[in-house]
């Protein structure tokens, strides 16, 4: 009894190695990955080459961002919510609804893409209702584009049973409308895109307006009501030579739920910085933002959107901003709840954690230096180990220590060291 009493004091000397290795595995988890996936569309498409953007930007912090293409983009979200899937980032232009996106959250909407509609003059189309009967440009199956408009013209009564749907890429869209093999070509797209201002100012071309763009956007809410404004195209030849009703879908980069904090504020900050100008149909410094409905805004993200990047970031070297970031921020947090609650507990006159802990330790040594007294010979000496645990119990409960949590002397301090002169007094006298 006496042996196991020791030894459990001697285990104590162990806490502290123990805490450090701790905080060496919190510190190792905590460090952001070396590397992330992002997924985006088909090559040179806006998500494309806004991942490239990204990446280049990732570099200069030390990480490496893998870029993978798919043509499906209405997948890509599914890969990000995959938690097996090595996607980490993505990007989303579509209707969420009917997704399964439990494990996802946005960075930011950087873009309201206009779905153009760029059709041969000659048919002075009106309305979507128009389209009936035409041969039309939708892009690839599973392409945002494709599924964006099918939707949209189904709500007029214009599908595949009455119209000719071409599952042609961009490229070729654009090669077909403007030789007037077709009739109408759809494009998701940026207006600041270069083809697009080109097909805007072709003598031979018109761009079709929605002019009930207002009731569609309050039937698919993942859509804006938006116009071309007059002149956006070409200021001198003032193309288009009026305002453009038109709808538009917000572009949102999304994560993982789980992506590093210190990666998701570096991301978000450089999409602030390239996304919060002007363009045809959003004023500066309106995004990036939280425009997809179905979607949380990551919390960091947030806070870059609306405070820009954290100093910490500034001062420290990436690496040692995102430990801070990860860890710091919340390990101060926790110490101030723990601080309000003790002193809460204290206030209504209960133990506090603290003192409960400092209760239990106090028992503890107590029945330590009992177990030496009940156990000492007259006749011998104390052993090593006892006497080495009679001067740590003199110093550890010395009557002039003050404890960190109160700045003031301890009563249960001060208890323990009577206690702790008395019965060291004793084994003295036992000797």
């Known amino acids: 009894m006496i042996m196991r009493s020791v030894n459990l004091f001697s285990i104590f000397r162990f806490v502290p190695i123990i805490l450090v290795l701790i905080v060496v595995l919190v510190v190792f988890f905590s460090l952001p990955p070396k590397q ?72 930011g909407s950087i873009m ?56 042609i890429t961009q490229l070729q869209s654009i090669a077909e409308i403007k ?44 859509l804006k009501n938006i116009k071309i404004p007059e002149g956006g195209f070409d200021l001198e030849q003032n193309l288009p030579s009026k305002d453009i009703k038109a709808i538009g879908i917000p572009v949102t980069v999304v994560g993982k739920k789980s992506l590093d904090p210190a990666i998701a504020v570096i991301i978000s900050y450089i999409l602030k910085e390239r996304f919060s100008g002007a363009t045809l149909v959003t004023d500066a410094n309106t995004l990036p933002a939280d425009l997809e409905p179905r979607l949380y805004l990551n919390r960091n993200a947030e806070k870059v959107f609306q405070n820009g990047l954290p100093e910490i970031f500034f001062v420290f070297p990436f690496k040692i901003a995102a430990l801070l970031w990860n860890i710091g921020l919340p390990l101060l947090s926790f110490l101030g709840i723990a601080i309000v609650i003790n002193s809460f507990y204290r206030s209504i006159g209960f133990w506090s954690p603290v003192e409960l802990w400092q209760k239990a ?30 001067e740590k119990m003199s110093q550890k409960y ?3 220590k003050v404890t960190i949590h109160q700045l003031r002397p301890d009563p249960l301090v001060k208890t323990g060291h009577a206690e702790v002169a008395r019965l060291i007094k004793e084994i003295g006298r036992t000797q």
Do not use: C
């Open 179 to 222: 030789a007037g093999r077709i009739d109408v070509a759809f494009f998701l797209q940026p207006p600041e895109t270069e083809y697009i201002k080109k097909l805007g100012t072709h003598s031979e071309l018109a761009l079709l307006s929605f002019n009930n763009s207002e009731a569609i956007s309050r039937n698919f809410d993942y």
């Open 112 to 167: 309201i893409e206009p779905l153009f509609a760029f059709y041969r003059r000659e048919l002075k189309l009106a309305s979507p209702k128009n389209l009936e009967g035409l041969t039309i440009a939708m892009g690839p199956k599973g392409g945002g584009t494709r599924v964006l408009a099918e939707n949209l013209l189904n709500s007029f009564g214009v599908n595949e049973k009455n119209t000719t749907f071409l599952p």
């Open 361 to 390: 330790r106090l028992k503890n040594d107590l029945k330590i230096l009992e177990n030496i007294r009940a156990s000492i010979d007259p006749e011998k000496n104390p052993s090593v180990l006892e006497q080495e645990t009679i």
């Open 36 to 107: 992330i996936v992002i997924e985006t569309g088909p090559p040179n498409g806006f998500f494309d080459r806004t991942a490239h953007y990204i990446q280049q930007k990732l570099w200069t912090y030390g990480i490496e961002a893998k870029i993978k293409n798919t043509l499906k983009t209405i997948s890509i979200v599914e890969h990000v919510n995959d938690i097996n899937s090595s996607v980490d980032v993505g990007f989303v232009a579509q209707d969420l609804s009917n997704q399964n996106i439990g494990n996802v959250s946005s960075l």
């Open 398 to 400: 010395d009557i002039g």
